[in-house]
């Protein structure tokens, strides 16, 4: 099956600083989506791309697209303590609704 | 509260036992998704119903685990049973059509 490789795994920043993490796929994916997860939430919808090379921004968070259509990055610019939490990346192949998630990114947010 | 809706969020059940779990969608979203989270792991998708249909079932394991999404009511995750194995948050999730997907805050099952 489709596997997403999501790195890094875990990032510890200070406040202010920006931060940058990306998914890579074995497949070609026509839809990315990046969510964020607080600890014994649900996920949240962030950035939904559609496009190969589409860049998205939403506030103080960025996505793209890769031209590839096998990858895509999410940065989140001047972080706050508020950012802490696990970042995925999904993306859904074409013909299929549904979503293959990569294993998270843990930022920490140091004030 | 217009979002999707999960519950119980927490359940405990021993071996043997049956969980239901109960998932109502976002209002005007006739697309649900379940998915399953173990600790430290994203998340894998099981079923996918749209109402009265199961549309793809590929990530469900063929025994014990049953879904409906029913005309009326909500949506219902059942796992007959229950091994130790099963211990895990399970997300549902709806959307419009075929586009984005919103989540639930998930029910966090516990086997004893």
């Known amino acids: 099956g489709q596997q997403l490789n999501q790195s890094p795994q875990s990032m510890f920043i200070q406040e202010g600083e920006d931060v940058s993490m990306n998914c890579t796929s074995s497949?070609?994916?026509?839809?990315w989506l990046w969510y964020k997860q607080d600890p014994g939430e649900g996920p949240v919808l962030l950035i939904a791309l559609y496009k190969a090379g589409e860049l998205t921004s939403n506030g103080r968070l960025t996505a793209q697209f890769g031209i590839t259509r096998k990858d895509s990055f999410l940065n989140i610019s001047a972080s706050i303590p508020s950012d802490v939490g696990i970042y995925f990346c999904a993306g859904q192949e074409g013909g299929s609704e549904k979503l293959v998630f990569g294993k998270g990114t843990k930022l920490t947010v140091n004030p | 509260n217009a979002g999707v809706m999960q519950n119980p969020r927490h359940l405990v059940r021993r071996r043997g036992q049956e969980a239901r779990l109960r998932c109502s969608p976002m209002?005007?979203?006739?697309?649900v998704y379940w998915y399953r989270q173990l600790p430290e792991e994203g998340l894998k998708f099981m079923v996918y119903l749209q109402k009265e249909n199961i549309i793809d079932e590929s990530g469900m394991p063929k025994e014990r685990f049953s879904a409906e999404f029913p005309k009326e009511g909500p949506s219902i995750l059942r796992i007959q049973q229950v091994v130790r194995g099963d211990s895990a948050a399970y997300f549902c999730a709806s959307s419009y059509a075929t586009y984005e997907q919103y989540f639930g805050p998930g029910t966090r099952l516990t086997v004893t």
């Open positions: 209002k005007g979203h006739s697309h």
């Open positions: 497949s070609i994916f026509n839809t």
